[in-house]
Structures are given as C-alpha cells and as structure tokens.
C-alpha cells in the first residue's frame, strides 16, 4: 500500500510539472498583455500596474477582427469538408465488403506519411493551374486533403465497433445505407465526431506554412499569418501583439474546455475496441 501511494503522489506531481509547463507561459502572456510595453521592458514576471484592457481592444480593431473572420470561414469549411467526407469514407470501409477495401484503406493511411513541406511545390501549381490561388480554396482544399487520412482512421476504429445488429434492425424497417449513416450512425459516434473536430480544427486554425505561401492579399489572412503582419502594424507595440495571440488562442481553448469529456470518450474507444 505505501508503494502505491508514493507511485500516486510522484505521479501527480509529474502531471502537475506538466501542467505547469503550460500554464505558465499563458500566465506571462496575460499579465503581459495587460502591461505597458515600459512595464514589459522594465519587469515581464511582474503583475501590472494598473491593468491596461485596452490592450485587448486595440488588437481587435487593429486588423485582428478581419483576420478572425477568415479564419472562421476557412475553418469551418474545412472541418465541414474533413468530417463529412472522411465519416463517409469510413463508413464505407467497415460496411461494405468491396474488393479492394483494405487496398484503399492502405492507401489513405499512405497519406499521414506524406509530409505537407514535400507536397508544397506540386500544390503551388496546382492551384495556379486551377486558378485559385490566393483564395480561400487554396487553403480549405489542402488542409481537407491532409486531414482525410487521419481522420478516417480514427472514426473507422470507432465505427468498426458500433453491433452491425442495429443496423439490421433498421434495414428491416426499410432504411437504405444513407438513412443508417445519417440517423443511427451519425447520432451514436458523436464522441468521436467531437474528437475528429477539436484535432483537425486545432491544425487547421494555427496552420501556418499553407497559409504563407498560398495567400497574397491581406484581406483573406487568417490569424496566424495576420498576428506575423502584426508586428510590424503595430511598429512592435508587443504588449498589443501579445493580447492578440491571447484573443486568437480562446476560441481553440473554449471548444476544447466545452468538448472535452467527447474528446476523451471518442479517442479512448477508438483506441481501444478498435
């Protein structure tokens, strides 16, 4: 019994170092951000003086508002793309025997393998071909591409152990394949329909390499490229700077506090029925 309680306190003084190494960089971006740059300069561990919230304002109506915007339109498009396509190719590589299946889910998993630097040259002009770089398909387009694979094999581990009698109960009332995907299978996998989410939106909104190369106009930046531009709109004013990364980083951090529970279940059952 004693071993077991010095291995349980050592372990949570492990998790506690761990989460320490996390917080407390955000706990000197905010009370940074809440400082004059003088204040910053003079004592960055030090709590303000009279804490500056305009930080935060100016941030926003700095630019930050139209690089928010962006990134929530490509964002959610992406997801949108990711989730739909890969929950539907993954339902189809646990349902239907086709010849060739486990080839083509092979084939998929090829692409974690593939490595987004590689690809960035072929993509470039591929989407000068296509005539859509410089918008804002040059980014969903790819970041859809990229996050297939992944995806697909999480949902395809939890799909793989849904009873297939459920599904026979609903073809004995006259449901076709889409009707089961779409009211038993969609309803049940929720928790790894969150977990798909969270991970892909969490890449895709602080993706930053496709967003350099394949955006020009200032207008359709998304946040991360739109904070490297900020500097220099601000002649380095990094107390702003700093409020918006804290701006930036809230919406990741409110869905994940929100999801966290379906994140967990969904990535545990993947891992471990499947």
Same mark, same amino acid.
Request: charged share 10%.
């Given at each position: 019994?004693?071993?077991?309680? =010095?291995?349980?306190?050592? @372990?949570?003084?492990?998790? %506690? ?5 996390i ?6 971006m905010i ?5 004059t ?9 030090a ?6 919230f305009?930080?935060? %304002?100016?941030a926003?109506n700095?630019?930050?508002y139209? &690089?928010f915007?962006n990134?929530l339109?490509v964002?959610g498009?992406?997801?949108l ?9 993954a ?5 239907f025997q ?9 084939i =998929?998993?090829?692409?974690?393998a ?9 993509? &470039?002009?591929?989407?000068k ?6 918008? &804002?398909?040059a980014?969903? @387009?790819?970041y859809v591409a990229?996050r297939?694979?992944?995806?697909v094999f ?8 849904i ?7 609903a073809?004995?009332?006259?449901y076709?394949s889409?009707?089961i ?7 049940i996998?929720k928790p ?6 969270i991970v ?7 993706e ?17 490229i739109?904070l490297m ?7 380095a004013d990094?107390t702003?700077?700093?409020a918006g990364?804290?701006?930036a980083?809230?919406?990741m951090?409110?869905l ?6 379906q994140?967990?279940r969904g990535?545990?059952?993947?891992? =471990?029925?499947?």
């Amino acid at each position: 019994m004693k071993k077991k309680t =010095v291995l349980k306190v050592l @372990l949570n003084l492990f998790f %506690v170092f761990l989460a320490l190494i996390i917080l407390l960089p955000m706990a000197w971006m905010i009370i940074n951000s809440l400082k004059t740059n003088q204040e910053m300069f003079k004592n960055s561990l030090a709590l303000p003086a009279v804490p500056q919230f305009n930080n935060w %304002v100016k941030a926003w109506n700095s630019g930050l508002y139209k &690089y928010f915007g962006n990134s929530l339109i490509v964002s959610g498009a992406s997801l949108l793309g990711i989730l739909v396509l890969s929950s539907l190719l993954a339902y189809g590589l646990t349902r239907f025997q086709a010849k060739g299946s486990n080839v083509i889910f092979l084939i =998929v998993l090829g692409g974690m393998a593939l490595s987004e630097q590689v690809a960035l040259v072929p993509l &470039y002009k591929i989407l000068k071909a296509m005539h859509i770089y410089n918008t &804002y398909w040059a980014l969903i @387009l790819p970041y859809v591409a990229f996050r297939i694979p992944f995806t697909v094999f999480l949902m395809r581990s939890y799909f793989i152990a849904i009873p297939r009698e459920l599904e026979e109960a609903a073809v004995v009332d006259g449901y076709n394949s889409f009707q089961i995907f779409l009211k038993i299978i969609v309803p049940i996998s929720k928790p790894i329909f969150a977990s798909c989410a969270i991970v892909c939106l969490n890449h895709v909104w602080n993706e930053f390499l496709f967003a350099n190369v394949f955006l020009e106009s200032k207008a359709l930046m998304t946040i991360p490229i739109g904070l490297m531009t900020f500097k220099g709109d601000l002649r380095a004013d990094y107390t702003t700077m700093l409020a918006g990364i804290i701006i930036a980083s809230l919406p990741m951090i409110i869905l994940f506090l929100c999801m966290s529970r379906q994140f967990v279940r969904g990535l545990t059952a993947g891992a =471990v029925k499947g």
